[in-house]
């Protein structure tokens, strides 16, 4: 509930405002109940009686071989094709299981295949089928606008089979509008927990205070009794001790928002801006499953993961007209406004230069296309003193799109997820282990090599191969 | 250590008070701070310290209030197939710029050159560059291009102007006037356009003219052309007044082939030996072995005196003793075989002679190549001549002009122009509005070469292609295309170019393979061969003997290596911030004179010296009548009776902001000082120089940083290190050897004893390091990087410094800052001389590359109170800007003087809008069309940091992420740093020390352990960087010779 990614005031600007280091100030407090509730400060700041440590190191052990079971449970048996991966990595960008998208849609789409290997055929070439002139290969060509679909002549039989096997076992998921509650499950369960432990130590509390009070109030009753002088009470706010802490207290908070504001500025997680097109995440790479390099080719090759140019959308959008998952999964922007799919495509079209109606591109006389770059907000930037990579990082360092981005399969609009602050990739770079054995570029750290082999460690992190240093990222 | 000492200029021979004066006063300014002792008394009162207080808070304030601004990040509309945002792209092409010439790699990052590298495919040029062929990248942006096709200074279309031509070329007797084409096709063209316009004649014009080589190879070989030399077999190297490192013909070809006979080891001992004979001090006489300095109008004489000397064993009777002896000793290595002689006399009687001696000592057909010549210069002093005589006398009706400039560059500027007021018909192709520009009536602007189709033949089949790096910016069309436009052949260049190729290729396949390299060469080793001398060498001599030089001074009119010619370079603030290799001033040019001659000028030790930035200024008076002013700059190593000005300088105010020249800035002309014999152009004169009591500030960079005295370069002669090449190990032996041996070392045992000098190796070093300190020693897994530096093969000719420019965004600070050592540069070649600066001809010079030496010991590091620069785990003195502060202690820390600080900000990435630092002549460069070129990869600095070299680490980052992309470790040499690729002399090794395969590795510990040195290594800043030492071919190495050294003789 603090990740309010919605956030309508961040949209037009970033304007940084009190408001934003109160509610970072809460962040922080959360953060450090969070922390207690799950245990860890006891651990390293309150003393564990000895006799006891045992035994939270055999829950430890269970709770980790727990978890390791449960991982291997979900790794398949055999090493038979990944229909799933497979389909993702060639079929998915124009092929949907249930739905026609550019080409038709798959389930069940062997049973329509004159023969088997008529389907291999046409997977691994289709273009010689209908150069060979078979009629059911023309027949569908022209279906789809004499669309040729790209050739596979590297996929095995084995591993057509996978594919078919998996799009036709396939199920749609669960909506997303009836998933939205279940989804981050976890997440608001554990915030919960946290109020509940706060609401309970609050309590707590009030019963020392008035616990203490009622001592006091019986001591001191018991002093009049004796006819002891009672001290001359003071009232709260004019104790020098009460005073002097609330001072420091506030001289110390105060210093810490203004901190961490001035660290924070000019940084814009869940910045959000209005796009010139609404594109969505969701429908592309959450629902259609589109993989992430297919448009973001540049994410393996440089340093920019690169904004497609339009005539990549008009790839798929040449055929997909129409949104039609406006049942399923409406469009709204975060201010709840719902969006036409299908007016968006066609102002996609706009951009591209393409003519709906006579399905072709708007040339110009020597025939170059009127095609119109969209300006797309930015909404990740790094200073110009910062160097970032995403080859290293998506291509060497094998990280996963969401580690930074977040859940953008599940993002209609898309927002900044991490911070993008140095103490963030820093901390990344300390935890993450590099690719040490499997990249033989590694194998000039013949210590580090050594210290495998013998045990002495079990994985060299990006910290150890030079991870932290300036010139890594500023130069 | 010995007793060598090198100085770098006059004042630390003399006058030591104000030299460590000014040693001491590290700023040449007044601080702006009150240093009283007193808190309580200081002149900035507590009232000041609130407002400052309150200023600076309400200003973070403001600032952070600020609204971040929204960015747009646009993709392309419909992506090009080739390119990928953020990976550069690579294209083989040709430099072509007259008849100066070097195959190319473009590098191109999302549509626009960025960098310049050599092509290493080309036999000729092999891979190097020169200074300007790395800051052309820079002319693409100049801002002062022509834009547009111009009829009489108005914008007109090219419809419009080709009709205007068309119709004026008609009938008329017209001139194609172009500088030397090297360009196969475009010959082809011009061929096919005199064809349609019988009337045309083709003229061409070199304004540095080798018209007398030329002629005197037609008259001895019956051939017009150059021959190609082949530096890497001369045994023995005569060179008489040519700068052929620098500034000669083909300086980049000739400093490959140099070095290698340069390169020495102690296990393969071998060295050419090289004379020069020169009149002032060019950086080719700082290379050579033996040197003696002579008048320009001797140069004939000498030759004479060799050619007795090679022929009949005559001994030479010459101006001095000193060239006696040069004479008698070359004319004996040069009957040893294996010997070349080059001159750089305009002159044809004396480059009959030179033929003479080259055939009479069997050079022809070993090191003067006369089968593969060359092409490099075409044009004849006497066409251009009769050229200006024509259209003086009216007879020209049309003239077309491309790539000259002789309103400017001609001897007589002046007359060439009244003479073009004649022509009715005036077309130029110039790219701006130079001098004869400005007197055209048509004004059809050429494309850069970077945005060009095109080839060169440097040497007869031998090819290069040129290919564009970019679309023509602006409306600009090649000027082959104006030549088929106005013959009407129907097509363009560009498709004509490719039929051409296409056709002589024989395939497309062909073609694009020949694209892709760039050039097209026959395989196996160049052709080489005599031809027959049919020259007449007793005519020549007898001329020369009859030209009789009056006493008196004479000037002698040459080329900087950086600005060249003049031409765009003039314009190029990269090159005129570049110090000129053996003055090291910039931004002007001056009048070269000896110290001697300064001296009567009042102009050297007395009054005004080489610190004091205001020069006294002489007038110089030509017998032709006229008259410069401009500031003396003592040069050693000059004849006493010798004065020297540079070209390029004194531009017109069109020709672009940053060569705009006028009383106060940017030097004078001194073409005009140059004269036509009657044959050529002789390229000096007798002139009348006067002191006047006018001063001008000159910013001249090498005495900015000081070594206070201490040694920096070892220099040995070729005796020497044969008898002993341990000699330098052992002087660094008693520097660093008794730590290796500390008692301490291995406990227990007695400390070792030692007979005789210690001499240190590899295992020294590694002692030394260890215990040199009390800190502990840092392991480097994985990488170490390591550069080491030969000083025998380094020639100073600067192109490492503007390849170091183009590739980290290193800004031009402008002459004031220069003045006040604000000056940028990362890497500097300091210059060193030794010898007694009286007698010219004992002056031995030296260069030293110095750039950051990351130390792994360094100074820098413990100083910074933000640790803005530390040290990385592969040895690199890492500089992190955005979190220095700018206290500059790493800079005063820094013993070699290498870190930079950004007084100013000098190209505008400040946050504040309004800060930008401009001075009028190098503000171009914060234009939006020239910021074009900077590098992507690099951080532009603002003001407030500090900054210095990096190793290029942008570079390593990118060869280590194509190794870890590709699963495989890094491959020696597959990263080179920009100084090391754009050396022509391959002075630079560069690579990871930890990998005992590397280059870097095996000079250091095995094939040149020898000759490795490390600057201030008893210090224990424990360099990264390590040199070789200068081992010069000759009887006595001067500095610290306690007989001719005047820095030992008159002040150890």
Redesign the interface.
Known sequence: MFYNKKCPESRASTEKHFLQNVYNFCRLCRSFALLLYKGKLIFKYIPVPESIKPMFRICFRSLFAFFVVLLLSNVPAIAAPDGKALFMSNCASCHNPLKESTGPALQNIDKTFPSKEWGYKWIRNSAALIAAGDKTAVDIYNKYNKTAMTAFPSLSDEEIDAILAYVNEYKAPVTATADAGKSGGGQPATDSNGWLYTVITLSLLMLVIILWRANQGLKRAANDKDDVPNEKEIPLYRSKLVIAVTAILIFILSGYWLVNGAVNEGRQQNYQPLQPLYYSHKVHAGINQINCLYCHAGAEKSRQAMIPSSNVCMNCHKQIKEYTGAEEHPLKTAEGKTINGTEQIQLLYKYAGWDPVKKDYNRDAKGNILATPIQWVKIHNLPDHVYFNHAQHVKVGQVQCQQCHGNIEEMDEVYQFSPLSMGWCINCHRQTQVQFTSNNYYSIFTKYHEELKSGKRTGVTEAEVGGMECQKCHY | MSQKQYWSDLQDLSNIATKSEVADNEFKEELPFDLSDSVFGANTPRRDFLKFLGFSTLAATIV??C??P??????????PEDI????PNYYASTFVDGGDYCPIVIKTREGRPIKVEGNELSSVTKGGTSARVQASVLNLYDKARLRHPMADGKEVTFEAIDRMVKEGLAGKQGYLLTASVLSPSTKEVINQFIAKFPTVKHVVYDAISYSGMLQANEACYGKKTLPTYHFDKANTIVSLGADFLGTWLSPVEFSKGYASGRKISAKNIKLSKHYQVESIHTITGAAADERATCRPSEIGAVAVALYNAVANGTNPTLASANLNKLVTAAAADLKKGNGMVVCGSNDLSVQTVINAINDKIGANGVTVNWVTTSNYRQGIDKDMADLVAAMEAGQVGAIMMQGVNPAYDYLDGKKFAAALAKVPVTVTFAERMDETAQKCKYIIPDHNYLESWGDAEPKPNYFSLMQPGISPMFKTRPYQDSLMMWMDAGQTYGEYWKLYWTTRTGSQANFDKALQDGVIEPAGEMPNGAVAFAGDAGAAIAAIQAKKSAPGVELVVYEKVAIGYGGAWSNNPWLLEMPDPITRATWDNYLCVSPKRAKELDAELTGFTEIETHKRVAKITGANGYTVSLPIIVVPGMHNDVVAIAVGYGRDAKVGRAAASDATKGGKNAYPFTAFNGQTVDFFSAVSVAKTEEKYEVAVLQTHNSYEGRPVVHEYTLEEFKKDPQALQKERGEEIGHYAQLPWVEKGKEAPHHDGPMVATPEMEDGYREHGTLYPNH?Y???KWGMSIDLNTCTGCGACVIGCMAENNISVVGKYHALRSHEMHWLRIDRYFSGNPDDGDTIQTIFQPMLCQHCDNAPCENVCPVSAT?H???G?N??????CIGTKYCANNCPYKVRHFNWMDWNG?DAFADNLYEDGRRDDLNDDLTRMVLNP????RSRGVMEKC?FC??RL?EG??A???A????IDGEVRTACQQSCPSDSISFGNV??KESEIYKIRKSEQQERTFYVLEHIHTLPNINYLSKIRNTSEIIAGNEKKDIMYTDHI
């Open positions: 952070s209030s609204e971040m929204v960015r747009k990040v646009i993709p392309y509309a419909i992506k990928t945002p953020g990976v392991p897994e994985g990488i530390n990385s785990t592969e690199l890492q500089m992190a800007y955005n979190r990435a990869d690099v951080t532009v990096s680490v942008q980052q280590k992420l190794a870890k992309k699963g495989r470790p890094l930890n990998d």
